[in-house]
């Protein structure tokens, strides 16, 4: 089983809509995760931390189950620049702050 | 400018060659990453530097070998290239103030 597991997607998306997807992770010593948009061929970027039980940044909402350990990205009133790949990451800082990305979700928000 | 540059940032060579890709760094951090990217892999971690003396593995360090020559700069070095060795490659550097990573543009490599 990998470390961190993403659905690759795509969802598609219409643009205004709500989309939603999960990132699970196998280690429950895990203390730390990220979402990150991937435009193609570009490099990563970070979207937002997800901290306890989670944050909202505008039209993007994440939250943090540590029980059935996954966390999970919201994207509210969907954009057509929303269109991208969304990695999820996760650290584990008693492992020396090793960094695990998921295989990473794509996203086509259209018209 | 880039806070992160990766040069070449494409580069197509043949098996057997030995290939160097350099990161350097602006913004002051101790710690970098090398990372490849395949399709529907995510990034792998090949190799990480703490500092100027700490080179440590990561999940796919075979074939590979890195010099961290400065603080702002860690260089990935395939000795000998294999096809399957054909990736897109990223530098990363963090902090960790803020647990955001910051990547150059990408090195993307082709082993014929």
């Known amino acids: 089983r990998k470390e961190v597991e993403q659905d690759p997607g795509p969802f598609n998306v219409p643009e205004g809509a709500t989309v939603a997807f999960n990132c699970t992770y196998s280690?429950?010593?895990?203390?730390?995760f990220f979402w990150y948009r991937q435009d193609c061929r570009k490099e990563p970027k970070l979207l937002m931390s997800?901290?306890?039980s989670g944050n909202e940044d505008g039209r993007f909402t994440a939250q943090l189950n540590r029980a059935s350990q996954y966390i999970s990205l919201l994207i509210r009133d969907s954009k057509l620049s929303d269109s991208a790949t969304y990695l999820c990451?996760?650290?584990?800082?008693?492992?020396?702050?090793?960094?695990?990305f998921g295989g990473g979700t794509r996203v086509l928000v259209k018209p | 400018d880039a806070d992160v540059t990766q040069t070449p940032r494409n580069r197509i060579t043949k098996t057997g060659k030995r290939i160097m890709l350099e990161c350097s760094q602006t913004?002051?951090?101790?710690?970098m990453y090398w990372y490849r990217q395949d399709p529907g892999l995510g990034l792998r971690l090949i190799y990480y530097?703490?500092?100027?003396?700490?080179?440590n593995k990561g999940e796919i360090s075979d074939g590979y070998s890195v010099s961290r020559q400065a603080q702002a700069k860690f260089s990935l070095s395939l000795e000998s290239a294999i096809p399957n060795q054909t990736a897109l490659y990223f530098c990363?550097?963090?902090?960790?103030?803020?647990?955001?990573?910051?990547f150059g543009e990408g090195s993307r490599l082709t082993v014929l």
């Open positions: 990451v996760v650290n584990m800082e008693a492992a020396g702050n090793k960094l695990t």
């Open positions: 280690n429950s010593a895990s203390q730390s």
């Open positions: 997800v901290y306890s």
């Open positions: 913004k002051g951090h101790d710690r």
């Open positions: 530097s703490f500092d100027v003396k700490d080179i």
């Open positions: 990363a550097t963090t902090g960790w103030d803020t647990g955001e990573l910051f």
